[in-house]
């Protein structure tokens, strides 16, 4: 039985459905707000206009391999319906309040609001690629730059090695190498329980 498609991601022009552009000094604000609450009420994300719900921990040991699988497929799909959110909101609002909403989070991007190194990474490609897109152009070192100083302490050595590298790797290097380090800590964590 193959999985059944979110409505969400069948939406393919926002603006017909939500034909306001905010502004940043708009008075539309209200009416943007009630077309875009009501545009997510009906593709069942209501809930990603809120912060993310905390993950129940499980406490047993013992979860078996399926729960995990099922489990894992929920966090995909929660991130990939988050940035259909996000993409809606990014294509409903002005360039200069986008530029104005990317660039601070951009800015304090850091990898402890993450669940992994990848899905950090990805978010980071995914913001200068917006940033790009409203005329703020990051090339791939500054990316790489801001990967590497939002990384937490315990991947301070890694960030040292591949900071110090002459040229420094690009991106996709960046990203392999953070995600073999995270494997290589929860084999530790793992081996050591």
């Known amino acids: 039985m193959e999985p059944k498609l979110h409505p969400a991601l069948t939406v393919s022009n926002i603006k017909t459905h939500v034909p306001v552009i905010l502004e940043k000094d708009s008075t539309h604000y209200t009416t943007w707000k ?4 009501v545009h997510c009420q009906i593709y069942e994300v209501l809930d ?21 699988v099922v489990a894992a497929a929920a966090e995909t799909l929660w991130i990939q319906l988050d940035a259909v959110v996000l993409q809606w909101i990014y294509a409903t609002i002005s360039t200069p309040l986008l530029h104005t909403i990317l ?10 609001k993450f669940s992994s ?28 730059l801001k990967i590497l100083t939002g990384l937490t302490e315990q991947y301070d050595s890694i960030s040292t090695v591949l ?16 995600n073999m380090e995270e494997q290589k800590k929860k084999r530790q964590v793992s081996h050591g329980t």
């Open 34 to 37: 009630t077309l875009f609450k």
């Open 163 to 178: 900071q110090n590298r002459d040229p420094l790797p690009d991106f996709n290097e960046v990203r392999s190498r953070l």
């Open 117 to 144: 190194t990848a899905e950090y990474c990805q978010h980071a490609k995914h913001l200068t690629e917006q940033l790009q897109s409203v005329g703020s152009p990051f090339d791939d070192r500054m990316l790489v």
């Open 103 to 112: 660039q601070p989070e951009f800015a304090n991007l850091c990898l402890e």
């Open 48 to 68: 990603h206009l809120a912060a993310k719900p905390a993950a129940a921990s499980s406490s047993s040991t013992s979860d078996s391999d399926k729960d995990k």
